[in-house]
């Protein structure tokens, strides 16, 4: 990294507002269970370079989860926040109000939800040890582009070239754009003098401008996100759901009607190690049968069933429990633990679930629902493995 002189403040800002037109209420919409602003939010607070992190928004939700992800909010004025505003006027009015001592600032897009904070210090090195005034994060591109009347942009269409003899290009990204403060207040735009781009991992390359976006962001998430489990410092409380988590979903019928489930010994053993931790078990289930209110009794926990809206039920316990929602966990399996994944900051699917369900995890377990996912959930939050109790439990209904 380079050796900064003194008062040479790195200021990020990320521009948030919160009139998307394309995908309403973009901006808090999640991906791996975090709202956009907060994955990046999270981005530049991990940057070594970045000094501190403004998100400039006209919204309360935006503003809040800023908040809640650790980054100072600017007040947009109204006029800044309208689909002709450019990101320049909202990052000038961010330097200007909050942070007047910055000599780089750095504008960082909350529609790049895998950028990494490596991305934001490679685009501040150049800028900060004198080699270039304005840099941004680029990925190499090897498409051949036309235009709608059939001529080729970047190519002829009759000599087309291998890919490997053509002259190297780079496609902006839009993540993350370095500048030095005194070039944009001069110029008014983020490109001026020498601009250098700066190439990143294409695999990581995705902007958020349609609804289709925002769904192939969540399938790529598992993939794509650094993995990270909670400890007991980021969590008060873990909700179970019960059909598919807490069973493997099946349910067996004898000659006379009589349904019984199966459960797995070491789930037990991890939700009284989630317990002996401090932290408060919840079961959360639509089904009504007695089975599931067993099950709680055994495990020493309350349970919660009948429950046709889930999410209404959890916000309700946890408020009345004193829980904050992003310091909860919810482990569930199927598409009616959407409304819980959503409120949650850390939505868990069990390896079995609905494609939907994974797609909008923050974790995903390696074991199925009633295989031991909820004791791998407690050995990954406390640390350590929770061992024996591998056989199954039939419960009868």
Known sequence: MPERSEGMSVVAVIPARGGSKGVPGKN????GGRALVARAVDAARRAELVDRVLVSTDDRLIA???????AEVVVRPAELASDAASSESALLHALDSYAPEAVVAVLVQCTSPFLDSSDLDGVIHPVLDGEADSAFTAAPSHGFLWRPDGSGVNHDPGHRARRQDRAVELLETGAAYAMRVSGLR????RFFGRVRPVVVDPSRTLEIDEPDDLARARLLSPLLDRPRDPGPADLDAV???FDGTLTDDRVTVDQDGREAVTVHRGDGLGVAALRRAGLDVLIL????NPVVQARARKLHVPALTGIDHKGVALAQWCADRGHALHRTAFVGN???????????????????AHHSVRARARIVTAAPGGHGAVREVASRVLGKDIRDGSEPLALHR
């Open 186 to 189: 001069c110029q008014g735009h």
């Open 64 to 70: 809040e989860a800023a908040r809640e992800a650790g």
């Open 28 to 31: 808090v919409a999640l991906v």
């Open 285 to 288: 289930s639509t089904e009504r």
């Open 239 to 241: 909700v179970l759901d």
């Open 334 to 352: 199927d598409v009616n633990d959407l409304p819980c994944f959503d409120l949650v900051g850390w939505p868990i699917a069990v390896a079995d």
